[in-house]
């Protein structure tokens, strides 16, 4: 005789082989119907419980389990399902309890003292996390998921080589664990180890090449390794992988940005704030690539700078302005607070602050005003936001007074330095480039904040009050002050001072008198500057000289697709592509130099001038030819060019620029000794003359902060 199953059993067994599925919310239907026919069955509610989990509705899975436990208390797993449970609705504590029950319960379980120490690390407590994970090692030293976990949280502990050991040995154990790998890719680009992190990243991309994460992981490696036309295909693949990730985008706009395209930079960086509004760096890093573009108006990339600042500043608007200092600081407003003069006994102190107190072209124009500076009425004080060091800044720690390193302090803790300090003005270096400390301005600790130098634009912060520029870079017009956020004070003459390396070469004649030989144009400009109008400009030059080359040296142009686009462009332009020629990176300054040997005329770029490439190339005796533009970025030039003696060297329409590039040429061919000569002149120029310079720059300084 044939006996009618258990339905309870029946409906059990069925849910046990949808949870076997991992079909949760038919398990879960299933269970619940057997409860409802027998509410005391411990492995019915445990289950149930566990489908709960797992399916994403701990909070369902608590009652459940709960009676469970109290009708059982001799279960282990039921105590670990509640522990779980617990800590996915939060409380962390009870979960902690919960599985040191179950662990106690079953002290041989491995699988118990993962679980242990996932809620522990849930609960903020990671020694105990990784003590738990040991101990399951210790009982099944298999368990993958005890071992990839305590790599992880061993990276957290502060212990790399020990997460590295942690995952390597996963990987050894299961080839294709795809979260050991990118974790431990992940982390030996970290430490600075790119190759062996691609190694580790292609070791399981032929079963995981759908896989964004890892295509961006691969991107992060190739960039480290200079293999930026790869690292760019990366990006480009994890961006299309996972659409909807703004960091993925965000490395693929650098790329862009880092290879020259700066119209495909422009659009990703929007499509990364499309995605995150409140991703900071993306933002400040479309403001500095705007500058860059030879298609946005000058209008259109400052209200880009407002509209960011506006933002910015609201995100600071709880922040209080500097306190009244005994210096004599009044406050007005927290825009823009009123400035007495110390007594002429009594220095204004001055603070400068940036990433680049170093060898950097920041650095070539800093010096000479920090040496030259009047001691009796400005007292110096740098703030380096870098732990990197070298002759240079040593240079520039002897010329200040003092020297507060803030690379290690959050911008609240910084700030509270400046104020210590008792600064009466806080130069911003940087603006919206890398290594910026914006953040540190916008909380005003000091009572009058300027931006001059490291940026070719408004930085669009209230808070910062004043920019220094030129007349020539920023001519005296409300249209030009309408560009800005900060008031406009102009340097008498040119908003900078160059000092030359003092291991520069010496100068090199390019050719012997009367030797033959074709014209070499050049340029070392970044990548980023040389826009579609530049290579307009440059190929006109080489049209009207059709014998000439054209020499280019910039960080990335070892890449072949880089150096594919700019043939491209030039064949495109009617220009053959062998007349150009790519010069290697040096590795060091006076190397770098040294090339200028190697060229007869520089040609800047447009609409983003050179600013430390153009003094460069003079310094070396080589004339520079520029075209001067609608804002600060195509003005430099100009500037520069004047301050030096060569007027004439800037245009004002491409003609103009073809013009003045072909009589330096011939000027040149005609006369090989003078480039020696050009280096003396330089020396005697406004451009190198650091003590009228460093009077110009005080004046302005004092006037500025003089109460009104």
């Not at 003078?674 to 720059?697: V, W």
Request: glycine residues 6%; proline residues 7%; negative net charge.
């Amino acid at each position: 005789m044939e006996m009618n199953p258990d339905p309870v059993t029946e409906l059990l067994a069925q849910g046990l082989r949808a949870i076997q599925a991992g079909w949760w919310s038919d398990a879960r239907t299933l269970l619940e119907q057997a409860q409802q026919i027998d509410g005391r069955r411990p492995d019915v509610l445990i289950n149930l419980g566990l489908a709960c989990l797992n399916g994403g509705q701990p909070r369902d899975a608590l009652a459940p389990l709960k009676k469970a436990v109290a009708l059982r208390p001799d279960i282990p797993d039921a105590h670990s399902n509640l522990g779980l449970a617990l800590s996915a609705t939060g409380r962390h504590k009870d979960a902690v309890a919960s599985l040191a029950r179950a662990v106690r319960l079953a002290p041989d379980d491995a699988h118990l003292r993962h679980d242990l120490g996932v809620v522990c690390h849930a609960a903020g407590d990671t020694a105990a996390a990784i003590a738990a994970f040991r101990a399951a090692l210790e009982r099944e030293p298999g368990l993958v998921d005890a071992r990839f976990n305590l790599g992880n949280l061993l990276r957290l502990a502060g212990e790399p080589a020990a997460a590295e050991a942690a995952w390597r040995e996963v990987l050894a154990a299961a080839p294709g664990h795809l979260p050991s790998a990118l974790n431990l890719g992940s982390l030996l680009v970290t430490l600075g180890r790119a190759a062996d992190a691609l190694a580790c990243f292609q070791s399981v991309l032929p079963a995981n090449d759908d896989v964004a994460a890892l295509h961006n992981g691969r991107g992060n490696a190739l960039h480290d390794l200079g293999r930026l036309d790869e690292a760019l295909d990366a990006f480009a693949r994890a961006a299309v992988l996972d659409p909807d990730s703004a960091e993925i985008r965000y490395n693929l706009a650098n790329q862009q940005l880092q290879l020259g395209l700066v119209a495909a930079a422009i659009d990703t960086f929007r499509q990364v704030l499309r995605l995150d509004p409140a991703h900071t760096q993306a933002a400040q890093n479309l403001l500095y690539t705007l500058n860059y573009s030879d298609s946005v108006g000058a209008a259109e990339v400052a209200r880009t700078h407002l509209e960011w600042a506006a933002v910015a500043a609201g995100a600071q608007a709880h922040q209080p302005a500097s306190p009244p200092r005994k210096r004599g600081a009044v406050a007005r407003s927290p825009v823009q607070p009123a400035t007495v003069l110390p007594a002429a006994s009594s220095p204004l102190r001055i603070g400068f602050v940036s990433a680049d107190l170093r060898t950097h072209s920041v650095a070539w124009f800093l010096l000479p005003l920090l040496e030259a500076i009047d001691r009796t009425r400005f007292e110096v004080h740098c703030y380096p936001n870098s732990d990197r060091v070298d002759a240079t800044t040593e240079r520039l720690r002897a010329a200040s007074v003092g020297w507060h390193p803030i690379h290690a302090l959050d911008d609240a803790a910084a700030a509270r330095q400046v104020r210590d300090d008792r600064i009466d003005l806080l130069v911003d270096l940087s603006g919206h480039s890398a290594g910026q400390r914006l953040g540190l301005f916008a909380r005003r600790p000091a009572p009058r904040q300027a931006t001059w130098l490291g940026y070719p634009n408004t930085t669009g912060l209230p808070a910062i009050d004043f920019r220094l520029v030129d007349a020539l870079t920023d001519p005296d017009e409300d249209a030009v002050q309408a560009l800005a956020s900060e008031r406009l004070l102009r340097i008498p003459g040119c908003f900078v001072c160059y000092g030359p390396p003092p291991d520069a070469p010496p100068v090199e004649s390019r050719r012997a008198a009367g030797e033959g030989g074709p014209i070499v144009f050049g340029s070392f400009n970044n990548l980023q500057k040389v826009s579609a109008a530049t290579l307009d400009l440059w190929a006109a030059v080489l049209a009207a000289e059709p014998e000439a080359l054209l020499a280019l040296k910039t960080g990335s142009l070892e890449q072949p697709g880089v150096q594919a686009r700019l043939q491209q462009g030039f064949a495109a332009r009617g220009i053959d592509p062998a007349r150009l020629r790519f010069l290697p990176r040096d590795p060091d300054v006076p190397g770098h130099l040294a090339r200028y040997a190697g060229i007869d005329v520089a040609l800047d770029t447009f609409p983003y001038h050179g600013t430390t490439t153009t003094c460069e190339a003079l310094w070396m005796g080589v004339p520079v030819v520029t075209l001067a533009g609608d804002r600060h970025a195509s003005r430099v030039g100009a500037s520069l060019l004047s301050a030096a003696g060569y007027p004439e060297s800037c245009a004002t329409d491409p003609a103009g620029y073809v013009a003045a590039a072909r009589a330096a040429a011939h000027a040149a061919l005609a006369d090989p000794a003078g480039r020696a000569r050009r280096r003396d002149q330089l020396m005697t120029s406004l451009l190198l003359d650091r003590t009228r310079f460093a009077a110009h720059f005080a004046d302005v300084v004092e006037q500025a902060l003089a109460p009104r």
